[in-house]
């Protein structure tokens, strides 16, 4: 079974911290993706990645950026924290077109 | 740029009913299909997916859903839900363009259902 694995669950960070949400996939996936869930919006492509060091923007990649040093990890950075970002993100590693899930980080910034 | 359409937010059925959640997607071609579940404080599990062939697919827990080309559609059914369905459930699309897609989906905005005994 492919595993895709969260560094936390649940994190609460001040407003200005800057803040690391680790990946990491144990199928050898090229790929690998960040998204943030809010009610109502769904899933939103934050970054992905297609190779070690390669990385592309998404949809709403303002106020993060992302390090893919190595194929199996992937993290996502907050540099400087805002009350906005206040939501649930999901990794996903995936072949082809079939994403594998993490069970997210439910990030909150006060 | 494709999107994707889940008209309902909320949807609530009775335990042993039948279950349709419709989704339709804006793709100039025939795109990758596919639908998702996630459980309450789980991420996403694939349920079933539709790349070429035959338009009606099966998937995992018992979930089909029907790919509809006229009607941009590819809505999911279950005959006789049970209370752990109770779930949110994406829709999601790919393009079927090969090269630099890189794999990337594009998600509806979810149905949440919720099961009555």
């Known amino acids: 079974d492919v595993k895709v694995t969260q560094s936390s669950r649940y994190l609460v960070k001040r407003t200005g911290e800057k803040v690391f949400l680790e990946c990491v996939q144990d199928m050898d996936h090229e790929n690998m993706f960040w998204y943030r869930q809010d009610p109502g919006l769904g899933l939103r492509l934050i970054y992905f990645s297609y190779d070690v060091k390669m990385k592309e923007k998404g949809d709403i990649p303002e106020g993060y950026s992302v390090s893919r040093e190595k194929k199996e990890r992937f993290s996502l950075i907050l540099e400087s924290a805002s009350t906005n970002q206040t939501s649930m993100y999901l990794c996903?590693?995936?072949?082809?077109?079939?994403?594998?899930f993490g069970p997210g980080t439910r990030l909150t910034v006060t | 740029a494709q999107s994707v359409t889940q008209p309902d937010i909320h949807l609530t059925v009775s335990e042993g009913a039948s279950l349709e959640l419709r989704c339709n997607y804006s793709?100039?071609?025939?795109?990758?299909l596919f639908w998702y579940v996630q459980s309450p404080g789980q991420g996403l599990q694939l349920l079933l997916k539709y790349f070429s062939g035959d338009t009606l697919v099966q998937g995992i827990k018992g979930f089909e859903a029907e790919f509809k080309r006229s009607q941009s559609s590819f809505n999911l059914r279950k005959p006789s839900v049970h209370w752990s369905d109770a779930a949110e459930y994406f829709c999601a699309v790919g393009p079927n363009a090969g090269g630099t897609s890189y794999g990337k989906l594009t998600f509806g905005q979810g149905t949440i259902l919720t099961v009555h005994p």
């Open positions: 996903a590693s995936g072949a082809f077109y079939e994403q594998y």
């Open positions: 793709y100039g071609a025939t795109p990758y």
